[in-house]
T-cell receptor, first 115, second 112 residues
Framework: AQSVAQPEDQVNVAEGNPLTVKCTYS??????LFWYVQYPNRGLQFLLK??????LVKGSYGFEAEFNKSQTSFHLKKPSALVSDSALYFC?????????????FGQGTTLQVKP | NAGVTQTPKFQVLKTGQSMTLQCAQD?????MYWYRQDPGMGLRLIYY???????DKGEVPNGYNVSRLNKREFSLRLESAAPSQTSVYFC???????????FGDGTRLSIL
């Protein structure tokens, strides 16, 4: 069965420092991977996706993610964190090879960026 | 361009009451989804509709029903609400071909 794990409930980083939010996955077949961000009292907003191609994917708001097939990871990164990046981040993988588009989400990681 | 609109935004129910959560999208997407979000558990799929006229169960369908009224609208019904259904409910829609899902801002539901 497909699954996603985000091993850290919370990540704390100082403003201006690089940040990494970790995600590992387990799928049968080729993975379709996504990162979403959720601000308080809002829905999820799409950041970036990996389907095929370059292992380094660039997305919205300066975020990028590195796909690593051998480690089955898809970590979210940003070179210089902003206080406004503080939010809840979800990694997700498409469920099964079908085209229903169902996603399986990790449990989420809260990113806290301190001034 | 509103995207995905959910109503109501907040609701408090008593155990045993029924309620329908509404969702509409204006992006002409074929697929629509209902999730619930609980602390520490991420989002779990309740039901989905791959296309107009079809609905299927997700991971946690018990206690819920859905209706895909037309291409735009996908409603979620709680027939007899239980405190375990206290949650934040999100509707999402998607174009095919691996595109990301677009989410509404959620309905915060408390059942006493």
């Amino acid at each position: 069965a497909q699954s996603v794990a985000q091993p850290e409930d919370q990540v704390n980083v100082a403003e201006g420092n690089p940040l990494t939010v970790k995600c590992t996955y387990s799928v049968s077949g080729n993975p379709y991977l996504f990162w979403y961000v959720q601000y308080p009292n809002r829905g999820l907003q799409f950041l970036l996706k990996y389907i095929t191609g370059d292992n380094l994917v660039k997305g919205s708001y300066g975020f990028e993610a590195e796909f690593n097939k051998s480690q089955t990871s898809f970590h979210l990164k940003k070179p210089s964190a902003l206080v406004s990046d503080s939010a809840l981040y979800f990694c997700a993988v498409r469920d099964s090879p079908s085209n229903t588009g169902k996603l399986i989400f990790g449990q989420g990681t809260t990113l806290q960026v301190k001034p | 361009n509103a995207g995905v609109t959910q109503t109501p935004k907040f609701q408090v129910l008593k155990t045993g009451q029924s309620m329908t959560l509404q969702c509409a999208q204006d992006m002409n997407h074929n697929s629509m989804y209902w999730y619930r979000q609980d602390p520490g558990m991420g989002l779990r799929l309740i039901y989905y509709s791959a296309s107009e006229g079809t609905t299927d169960k997700g991971e946690v369908p018990n206690g819920y029903n859905v209706s895909r009224l037309n291409k735009r609208e996908f409603s979620l019904r709680l027939e007899s609400a239980a405190p375990s259904q206290t949650s934040v409910y999100f509707c999402a829609s998607r174009d095919p071909q691996g595109q990301p899902q677009h989410f509404g801002d959620g309905t915060r539901l408390s059942i006493l």
